[in-house]
């Protein structure tokens, strides 16, 4: 039997979207102004005239972002960042978190190991002890020194133990009888079962290698070795000219400060939002980690 929705739940349902369209609009109408002024002339950008349109239409900050040999070859190894980086972070995210997510009766030292990841993030050597580190592993100026130091996020895997702490414990067991051991029974059964979980840290791991500038500053001591973030923060932030040729300069001059850095900005954060709408259904479920469907 349909019940008739009453008034007061009629306002409150028309209140509730009126509220989230509100919050979206908000969260949107910043984009939107940076793509207006990306797309408007220096001397609009400078004078402020640029709302949610652009004003004296010209693509030139992005031609001059974007027609860079400097600026291909960032975007090229922070592509391989991103998928060498994903790819190994998700595959010992996974290994550390199956064996902390056993009871203490079959893994005796859960605790202790547990504990000692936790550590990591409360405490640190310091930045020289780490890229002394690093020196000593022969990894500067290589693709290695931007992917493996932060290759076993310790947040990404608490959640993923918390997730496979959650699953009937009734399926690993089924595995076990049926002659399966423990690799099988990661792979066969947890792995598929945790997509909602992989989903959300997977994303957490692209967003954060995609916007790490720093330690490509730090372990690169080559520019032409700099990922992306990096590259454009020296150009732009740094205002490194060394590294413009007399094209850039002669462009630079009808350009803009804030042109060119909105344009950094919006093509820094078109691949997270291009990636995002396909992660977006397991991300909410990934949220509510922990829960047991029966």
């Known amino acids: 039997?349909?019940?008739?929705?009453?008034?007061?739940?009629?306002?409150?349902?028309?209140?509730?979207?009126?509220?989230?369209?509100?919050?979206?609009?908000?969260?949107?109408?910043?984009?939107?102004?940076?793509?207006?002024?990306?797309?408007?002339?220096?001397?609009?950008?400078?004078?402020?005239?640029?709302?949610?349109?652009?004003?004296?239409?010209?693509?030139?900050?992005?031609?001059?972002?974007?027609?860079?040999?400097?600026?291909?070859?960032?975007?090229?190894?922070?592509?391989?960042?991103?998928?060498?980086?994903?790819?190994?972070?998700?595959?010992?995210?996974?290994?550390?978190?199956?064996?902390?997510?056993?009871?203490?009766?079959?893994?005796?030292?859960?605790?202790?190991?547990?504990?000692?990841?936790?550590?990591?993030?409360?405490?640190?050597?310091?930045?020289?002890?780490?890229?002394?580190?690093?020196?000593?592993?022969?990894?500067?100026?290589?693709?290695?020194a931007l992917v493996l130091p932060g290759a076993v996020p310790v947040f990404n895997?608490?959640?993923?133990?918390?997730?496979?702490?959650?699953?009937?414990?009734?399926?690993?067991?089924?595995?076990?009888?049926?002659?399966?051991?423990h690799w099988t029974t990661l792979w066969r059964i947890y792995a598929p079962l945790s997509l909602p979980a992989l989903a959300t840290i997977g994303l957490f791991t692209i967003v954060s290698h995609w916007n790490s500038w720093f330690d490509g500053l730090i372990l690169m001591n080559s520019p032409e070795n700099y990922p992306l973030q990096s590259y454009l923060r020296t150009i732009i932030v740094g205002q490194d000219l060394t590294m413009l040729t007399s094209t850039d300069l002669s462009l630079l001059q009808d350009l803009s400060e804030q042109t060119v850095k909105t344009a950094q900005i919006f093509l820094g954060a078109l691949p997270i939002i291009l990636v995002y709408p396909f992660l977006q259904r397991f991300f909410i479920k990934g949220i509510v980690m922990g829960s047991v469907k029966g």
């Open 1 to 144: 039997m349909v019940q008739k929705r009453g008034i007061g739940r009629t306002l409150f349902v028309a209140f509730n979207y009126t509220f989230l369209l509100a919050i979206s609009v908000l969260c949107l109408l910043p984009l939107v102004h940076v793509l207006s002024v990306s797309f408007s002339s220096s001397a609009a950008a400078m004078g402020g005239l640029v709302k949610l349109w652009p004003v004296q239409f010209t693509p030139n900050a992005y031609e001059y972002v974007l027609k860079k040999p400097e600026f291909l070859t960032a975007l090229w190894i922070t592509l391989k960042r991103v998928v060498l980086g994903v790819s190994i972070s998700m595959f010992l995210t996974i290994l550390t978190a199956y064996p902390l997510a056993k009871e203490k009766s079959k893994f005796k030292w859960r605790t202790m190991y547990a504990w000692l990841l936790v550590l990591t993030m409360l405490f640190n050597g310091g930045l020289i002890p780490w890229y002394m580190t690093i020196k000593s592993l022969g990894m500067l100026d290589s693709i290695w």
């Open 157 to 181: 895997v608490i959640l993923l133990l918390n997730f496979y702490r959650g699953l009937p414990k009734e399926l690993e067991e089924s595995a076990f009888m049926d002659g399966a051991g």
